[in-house]
Structures are given as structure tokens and as C-alpha cells.
């Protein structure tokens, strides 16, 4: 084999339109219910090289061009699938990982999706694994759960599965991307305090504690079949209420929760109540929002719709950015050498990703 | 009978631990769940003068100094009680009603159970019905569904009943005022937007469009025993803990309903987030907050930690004022001349709520 294995993948973010919210098991990331979620095109990606080699004396980390501490315990459980695909290769050379995130630094965003889709495909293609998609989607549910449906493009599914081993717990595409391009996800990004409990901890909380959430397991797979159905037939307005309504579900049940979670705040609210408002005015759905463990608005529209969607939530004060997702195809392999961003002996390049030509650029 | 027949009675506000939320009949106005509250004092009470005279050739109310047009759907529905007691006297006299809410203006708070409670009390008394408090506490909730509570002072249940005509929905006395007077409620009055959905239209919403409604209904009986145990042992640290849960329950049923309804806001949730730290700094359960249909909390705590808690709540931005009640007694009958809000022959006094010497005086 080479001295040198290395491989660069780029991922995008998925935005769930059933909610993915408790474990079932903590160490393997299996989840309470199955969740749907639609993938992202790359105006929220991350791209990831690794390289694996047998010089190397320890993995290390590049994030944003900084180096991540891997003594740091959430750092480093992060880093499972180096080990897992070590364990696959039936090699155990140390990894050299970087990886940048291309979000607009106002957002905010949770990037563990991208990140570890990234991740998982980067390090399984450089250690030369063939991984089917279920293998891979598993192998990036190790690192973050909303990962393994970023593995994916278009409308997926996360199954809960049964098994014990996590075996049958992975996602896989429903609709590719150009089953439904009409479909344009708009994200309000909102002011907010920073301050934000963490989902891991949030979702245990939520098990142990609240009496309604075994209601909504005992429902969502009706929300699921529901929401599946209204996505085969482009029924935008069954979609809309459905994503609204399970939207909901998962903020009462986290407000149900002791002590509470609450991440939608008063400009969330805000949005909420003008999309709804929207809605009647125009005496039709032509808008559904989903919010995840945070205050941004996740609001889906159709095409024809995009620009008076636009229009309404620009208007909303507390709203301070709009960005405009379409749906995307799923991770992207990259061969060309300016894109890796760790030279072919591992060595980091000066890299960065620049927010007004949107692209990944040497400095 | 005398030609004119006057009684003036002061009712105080009641504030749920255990919340009604939904109705099994919109008409007779009976609960979907049994709910339990404790009954203020006198710093949140209402003052009603009625006077039922067959001279008079149609029903008039004052409230807080200004006629209100009873031909208003919303005001001549709470009305209703003055034909229940009409028909129950066995007289058709039409009646001349005065109430003068005596609330801090910065609150706004709805006084519909003070309020309604007055006037059945007044009303019944006027028209020498002597009625039981199972028999008051049923006219008041015919008034408004939370004013059956007013009627009787302490800790009360209103029992949601079984039987069609809501002859068995009626709130009583669990302990008297006397069993607990420790205990403290501190109303922290927030900064807010005054946009409000009203409660009657939002607990109907809730009851159809809502998937965790029935499983609140499920368990409450079991939070509504473990209330009663806990204030019956004045175990303030369980009482704390299953008011929190039971407010966060309600208001996660309430953002669960399509559309969703949201009283709460950011100043509510700097509240909620300070009194869980307050109790986590403690080491013990030392304030627990409910909230009704709006942003203001209610933080019941006990004498000892009173300034501590009144610190804290101070100290949130956002919060503009607070006032602190205890435990009433419930209605109280007004019989000096110069406390009535009528004459004698049904006249409108000029008389007001002094915000400063905080009684009604004349002008």
C-alpha cells in the first residue's frame, strides 16, 4: 500500500422535516423514532480531507484552519470513525483530519451534520473501504445522528431500526433531489443570545422527564407516513401543516421537559406567527416552518412562492439574514489537488473558506 | 320585597398550580380536568355592587366607572348569571351592576375570575338566594370557568364533574387560607407585546388539533394528587417541582395546537431559566413559577425565602414589577354604606381604585 492514504469529500447539511429527538442508545447514537429530512445543496457545506499514514504518531485535527485539541472529550468521541474505519482497513495508521466549514459565520449553525457525513466519507474512501450507502450512513451516525442522513441527497429517511447493535438504525434516500425541485428551503437566521443547551443533554433530559413525550413516539409514524405521502405527491400544502405541527410536537415536548428546553425565542415566534398569518391571507399553505435546537426558522416554500416568502420574513424585525437552500444531491468527492486541503504527505494547507466569493481559497 | 335589593361583595384572584385548560362543554363552560389553585389576597380583588329593582327597564353595567354596552356579545354572555339568578329567585327585576377591579395597571392582568366570582356573590345576596358554595361557585362558573375557584378561599379544587348539566363541576375548599401561611406568590410582571390569543377560542384549538392534549389528560389526576399530598404535608420542594412541571406541561399543550399558541415570552423565559438556577444554587427547591395565559410568572415561594426570591426577580431585565400576595380568605360581603358602588336606590357612585393609598375611594 501507499505511505500515504487520502481522500476529500464534501457534505451538506440536512433540515429535518420530522424530527429526530431522543436516544435510545447514547454510546451507539440510535434513535427514538424515525425522522425524515431533506438535504441540503452546498450553500451549507463542509468540506473534509483525511489523510491516513503510518509516519504519523498521533490523529490530529484541523478545524477552520485551527487545531482541535483531541484530549478534549467531545472532540474526540467525535473522532470514533477514524477508529471504526481503522478497524475496517485492518490497518491502525494515525490520521491527519481538516476540515472546513462553509456557513455564514452569522448563522450559527450546528455543523456536526456535515461535518461527520464529511468525515465518514473522506475517511472510509481514503482507507480505501467500499462502503455501501447504509455502511456509510451508519459509520456517520457514529459521529453525530443527523450525520448519516447527510450521506445521502434528496429526501431521506433515518430508521430507527431494532437491533441492539445499531445495525438497521441508518438513512436512505426516499426521493432523489429531482424528485421535487421546486421545493427551496429559506432560513431566517435571528438575533439571539448565544446561549443554548446542549441537544445530547437536552434529549436525555427529555426522556427521563417528560410525560408527553411517549405520545409523540406513539404518533410520529403516522407523522412519518403522512409526511412521506404529502413528499411523493408534491402536496406542498399537507407538507407544510405536517412540518409545522410535527415542528411543534418537538418544541412542547422539549418545553415538557424538567428543566424545560426552550430554543425558540421571541423573534422565532415572531416568524411563526407571520408565517401563519401568511398562510391565511393567502388562503392556502404556501409556507411551512421547522425549527431544530435553535431559534433560526427553517422555512419551506415552493418556487413560485420564494419571493413573497422573501419579502414576509425580510419585514419581521429580529430577522437579520435570509439564506436560500435548494435540495441537494448528497456528498461530493473532490480529486482535484487546490481542492484537498491537506497536501498528499498530510501537511495543512493555509486554506480558508472566503463569505463573499462563497468558495474555499489558499491565502 | 323591597323595591330595590342591594349587595356589594369583594372577590379576589385565584392562581392555578394545576391548570384549566380545555372544556368538555363550551356552554355550561365545564373542564376537560379536574384543576387546583390557591385563592389571593386582597392586593388582586374585584368590587361589585348589584341592585335588582323593578323600576329599572334594563340591565346596566359599570365597570370601573365607564357603562359597558351590553348588546357586546363577549359582556352580555358573562352576564348570564343575572338570568341564573333571576330564574332561581323566582323575579324578572332588572339589575344595575358596579365593579371596580382593584389591579395594579402595569399588570393586566385578566380579572374575569375575581370579577365573576364578585358577581355571583353579589348577585345571589341581592337577590337573598342563600345559596350553598357548591350552589355560588357553579353561578360563577357559569360567569367564567376559573371564577368558581374565587368563591372560596385557601387551596380549592374545581372537580371537573361527570354529569352532563355540570351539576357535580364546582370548585370547594381542600385547606383553608390558616393551613399553609407561609406560603407566598410573588407575580413577576414582565415587559411584553400586547398581542394575546384569548383563551376561550385557544383552549378550543388545543382540544382539536392537539396529539399531546390526551396524554396530559392522562396523567393530570396523578399531578393533581400529588399536589394535594404535597401542600397537604407543606412539602414546598415537591409543591415547587410539580408546579413547574404542570405550567410547563400547559404551555407545551398550547404550543402543540395548530396554530400553535405561545404566551410566553423572552422576559418569561429569563424567569424560568433564573428560578431553575435559584433552586440549582440552593441545592433544594426554594421557588417554583406557573404561568397562565400570559407572559407574567407566578413564583410561589415560602416567607423565609421571600427577599431572596424578590432579589432575583428584580435583578432580570425585563421584569418591571413586582407584587407579592399571600393566601385569602376568599369573598368578602361589604356593608357600610360608603363601600357600595350603587346607592341604595341603584345610582352610580363616583367612586375609583387609588392606586396609591390602594382603595376605592370617591372622587
Given at each position: ?45 463542509t ?35 477514524l477508529d ?118 437536552g ?12 405520545k ?99 419585514e ?42 462563497k468558495?474555499?481559497i489558499?491565502?
Amino acid at each position: 500500500m501507499k505511505n500515504y492514504l487520502r481522500a476529500t469529500f464534501e457534505a451538506t447539511a440536512n433540515i429535518a422535516v420530522v424530527k429526530y429527538w431522543g436516544k435510545r442508545d447514547e454510546k451507539l447514537i440510535l434513535p427514538t423514532n424515525s425522522n425524515l429530512s431533506f438535504t441540503m445543496d452546498d450553500k451549507l457545506k463542509t468540506r473534509t480531507t483525511v489523510v491516513f499514514s503510518e509516519d504519523f504518531k498521533e490523529d490530529e485535527l484541523y478545524l477552520n484552519g485551527q487545531k482541535i485539541d483531541l484530549n478534549d472529550q467531545s472532540a474526540s468521541e467525535r473522532m470514533i470513525q477514524l477508529d471504526l474505519v481503522r478497524k475496517s482497513a485492518g490497518f491502525n495508521h494515525k490520521a491527519r483530519v481538516a476540515s472546513i466549514n462553509c456557513f455564514p459565520t452569522a448563522a450559527g449553525f450546528a455543523s456536526s451534520a456535515s461535518g461527520m457525513a464529511a468525515l465518514a466519507c473522506s475517511s472510509a474512501t481514503a482507507a480505501n473501504l467500499k462502503l455501501s450507502n447504509k455502511e456509510l450512513s451508519i459509520l456517520a451516525r457514529r459521529g453525530s445522528g443527523s450525520a448519516c442522513r447527510s450521506v445521502l441527497g434528496g429526501f431521506v429517511q433515518w430508521h430507527r431500526g431494532k437491533n441492539e447493535d445499531g445495525s438497521d438504525s441508518y438513512a436512505s434516500e426516499i426521493f432523489p433531489a429531482s424528485h421535487w425541485k421546486e421545493l427551496v428551503n429559506v432560513i431566517a437566521v435571528v438575533d439571539s443570545e448565544k446561549k443554548k443547551t446542549s441537544s445530547r443533554s437536552g434529549m436525555k433530559q427529555t426522556i427521563l422527564t417528560s410525560k408527553l413525550f411517549e405520545k409523540r413516539l406513539q404518533t410520529i409514524n403516522e407523522t412519518i407516513e403522512d409526511t412521506i405521502r404529502a413528499v411523493e405527491k408534491r402536496d406542498f400544502e399537507s407538507f407544510a401543516k405536517l412540518i409545522i405541527k410535527e415542528s411543534n410536537n418537538m418544541h412542547a415536548v422539549m418545553l415538557d421537559t424538567y428543566p424545560p428546553i426552550m430554543y425558540l425565542n421571541d423573534n422565532s415566534r415572531k416568524v411563526i406567527d407571520k408565517i401563519i398569518e401568511l398562510n391565511e391571507n393567502k388562503g392556502k399553505m404556501i409556507a411551512g416552518y421547522t425549527f431544530d435546537a435553535g431559534p433560526n426558522a427553517h422555512v419551506y416554500t415552493i418556487e413560485n412562492n420564494l419571493e413573497v416568502v422573501k419579502e414576509t420574513l425580510k419585514e419581521i424585525p429580529g430577522v437579520k439574514e435570509l439564506i436560500v437552500c435548494r435540495i441537494g444531491n448528497g456528498p461530493k468527492q473532490l480529486t482535484n489537488e487546490s481542492e484537498h486541503l491537506l497536501t498528499v504527505e498530510g501537511k495543512v494547507k493555509d486554506m480558508f473558506f472566503d463569505e463573499k466569493t462563497k468558495s474555499i481559497i489558499s491565502r
